[in-house]
Every structure is written in C-alpha cells, then in structure tokens.
C-alpha cells in the first residue's frame, strides 16, 4: 500500500486559512484518485475532496466548496488542501486517502494517512 503522511495541521481562528499536506511514498500515487476526508469526535467520517490522477479534475462536498481547494504537485507526489474562510464545524481530524476508484465513499479508499488535528475556534 501506498504510505501516507499528512501535515500542516494546527490551531486558526474563525477566518483563518491553513493548508495541508499529504506526502505519499511513491511515484504512482499520481495514479490514485487522492482524496481528503474528516472525522470529528462522535461522528461519522465525511468526504471533504477529491482529485483524479490526473490533476484536472476536482469535487468538494457542498459544506466546503468555495472555502477548500484541493491540488496536486506531481514532482513531489503531494496532495494539498488549502482551507481559507475557516469555520469553527470545520474542526475534526483530517485524513488523506487514496484509492483507484472515482468515488466520495471512504470504502473505495484503500489507502490512509495517520490523520492531521485541526482546530478551529470562535
């Protein structure tokens, strides 16, 4: 399995920005769809967003679109995740994910980060 390892995570202000990073160990990650998911205490996993392996084409769920942006840096074999205009429902753990299959189900994901703290306060 791909190894995954997440970043950037931290503590911000409502309106804050911050921006994670999602550092994979191989050369074909750029084959997976790489997606971003978040998990805050006692509830389920939610999709954040997603990429195609190859770059152009991205999906965000309603809750964070034009807040996030999800990128891709091919030399690097990382995935970002721009977070601006920062919520306080936006806190939870943050994982990346990769996967073969187009999908914003965490089950077609076979791969998994550790997960990065954000926390957003009022």
């Known amino acids: 399995q791909v190894q995954l390892v997440e970043s950037g995570g931290g503590l911000v202000q409502a309106g804050g920005s911050l921006r994670l990073s999602c550092a994979a160990s191989e050369r074909t990650f750029s084959s997976y769809v790489k997606g971003w998911f978040r998990q805050a205490p006692g509830k389920e996993r939610q999709f954040v967003a997603h990429?195609?392996?190859?770059?152009?084409?991205?999906y965000y769920a309603d809750s964070v679109k034009g807040r996030f942006t999800i990128s891709r840096d091919n030399a690097k074999n990382t995935v970002y995740l721009q977070m601006d205009s920062l919520r306080p429902e936006d806190t939870a753990v943050y994982y990346c994910a990769a996967g073969a299959i187009v999908s914003d189900q965490a089950r077609y994901f076979s791969s998994w980060g550790q997960g990065t703290q954000v926390t957003v306060s009022s």
């Open positions: 990429i195609i392996g190859s770059g152009t084409a991205t």
